[in-house]
């Protein structure tokens, strides 16, 4: 079956713009997380759905980052005004349950770069 | 708040070496344990788990087991093969908390 995947794979803007990623999860996986990987800071959570829901977005790291998810399946991180500072690959996973113990499938990423 | 740390690389071993990557976490209460693997171009994928003390996750040859005396979660192979080159990722999760926190990754070179 088809895994994890998120559009683009690759995005370069420049400062300041407002840039959208996309991601589509494995097909009845109810929970979907991501994650954002660079050099600095290693792989750090963002925000977790369950569902059409976020009950924990304690990893966004400004204001400036949203995500949304609908119909329980595709979800969009939006980054608003990108800084230098946002260039990372920012990854997205689901599982089939939100639970500690399942196993979070990951996509390939988008490597987004702000010049 | 929790936490994972793991040995920094690069690791570089000739084929047929055994291999340890130490990981040790702070978590409150009783998290699960995770090794991913990113290899070469590919994304993160899941090595071997385990849920709860003395429990050993194994798979393609790699073992870890939970060890909550000591806090850690030792990643080991007996005789490494080229094709095991990639950067390996320690990680937890904790009931009512299913983020994964990562270690920072070890970076495995094995040379034939």
């Known amino acids: 079956g088809a895994g994890v995947s998120q559009s683009p794979s690759n995005k370069v803007t420049e400062k300041g713009k407002d840039v959208e990623l996309r991601c589509d999860p494995i097909?009845?996986?109810?929970?979907l997380y991501w994650y954002r990987q660079s050099l600095g800071q290693g792989l750090e959570f963002l925000i977790y759905?369950?569902?059409?829901?976020?009950?924990?977005k304690s990893g966004l790291p400004s204001d400036r980052f949203s995500a949304e998810r609908t119909g329980g399946s595709v979800s969009t991180l939006t980054i608003q005004r990108t800084q230098q500072e946002d260039s990372a690959v920012y990854l997205c996973?689901?599982?089939?349950?939100?639970?500690?113990?399942?196993?979070?499938?990951f996509g390939p990423g988008t490597r987004l770069t702000v010049l | 708040g929790n936490s994972v740390t793991q040995m920094e690389g690069p690791v570089t071993l000739s084929e047929e070496a055994f291999l340890t990557i130490n990981c040790t976490y702070t978590?409150?209460?009783?998290?699960?344990l995770f090794w991913y693997v990113q290899y070469p171009g590919e994304g993160l994928q899941l090595l071997l788990k385990?849920?709860?003390?003395?429990d050993k996750g194994s798979n393609k040859g790699f073992e870890a087991t939970y060890r909550k005396e000591t806090t850690s979660f030792h990643l080991e192979k007996g005789s490494v093969q080229v094709s095991d080159s990639a950067v390996y990722f320690c990680?937890?999760?904790?009931?009512?908390?299913?983020?994964?926190?990562f270690g920072k990754g070890t970076k495995l070179t094995v040379n034939p």
């Open positions: 996973a689901s599982s089939l349950l939100g639970s500690s113990y399942n196993e979070q499938f």
């Open positions: 097909s009845g996986h109810t929970a």
């Open positions: 759905f369950q569902g059409n829901s976020a009950p924990d």
């Open positions: 978590a409150t209460g009783y998290p699960s």
């Open positions: 385990a849920t709860k003390a003395d």
């Open positions: 990680a937890q999760t904790q009931g009512g908390s299913e983020k994964l926190v």
